[in-house]
Structure formats: C-alpha cells, structure tokens
C-alpha cells in the first residue's frame, strides 16, 4: 500500500534549523518528481518546493536560500533542510508525489521565541 510519512517537525526558535524527512513507499521512488508543500491552518497548501526525477530543484520564492530539497532515492526518502526559520515558517508540511492527491499525515513546524 503507498505511503507517505513525515517526521523532523517540531518548535524552533526565530533562526533556527530543522530537517524534514519523508519515507515514501508502494511506489518506484526514483521515477515520480516529489514535492514539499506546507498548510497554514487549514488553509490551502502551498507548495514548497520540488524535485523531479533528475534532481533539479524549484523553490517558492519565499524559501528560495533558505531551503533545501534533495531526495535518496536508493532509500525512497525525501528531505526538506529548512535554515533560517521565521515564524511565517510556521505550518503542517507535507510531502507528496507532485502532481498527485496523495498526502502523509504531515509534520507540524514552529516557529516561536
């Protein structure tokens, strides 16, 4: 059965860093482009950021510096490197595979003095 689930969400200060991680299962990993989008409470996703097949990478522009994406496709994981956070940070975040309606649980992300 595919499965996404999400970890490495938590509350950081102003500044702070945090690493996302995502395992993806039931699919050929490498193949699908993946993606990082994060909800505002309840609110619509946005996205993030992706990667495609290749490892070329997009970024929202209020992220773009700041976070990273990259993928381990020998382990079907995905990684948002989330550095200098602000509280506008502050969201669930959810990966998936882009372009599918397809989502985890989510990881919530805090950011608060």
């Known amino acids: 059965q595919a499965q996404l689930v999400e970890s490495g969400g938590g509350l950081v200060q102003p500044g702070g860093s945090l690493r996302l991680s995502c395992s993806a299962s039931?699919?050929?990993?490498?193949?699908?482009?993946m993606a990082w989008y994060r909800q505002f409470d309840g609110k619509q996703r946005e996205l993030v950021a992706s990667?495609?097949?290749?490892?070329?990478?997009n970024y929202a522009d209020s992220v773009k510096g700041r976070f990273t994406i990259s993928r381990d496709n020998a382990k079907g994981m995905l990684y948002l490197q989330m550095n200098g956070l602000k509280p506008d940070d502050t969201a669930v975040y959810c990966c998936?595979?882009?372009?599918?309606?397809?989502w985890g649980q989510g990881t919530q992300v805090t950011v608060s003095s």
């Open positions: 998936t595979r882009l372009g599918w309606n397809w």
């Open positions: 039931g699919i050929t990993f490498a193949l699908h482009p």
């Open positions: 990667i495609d097949e290749n490892g070329d990478t």
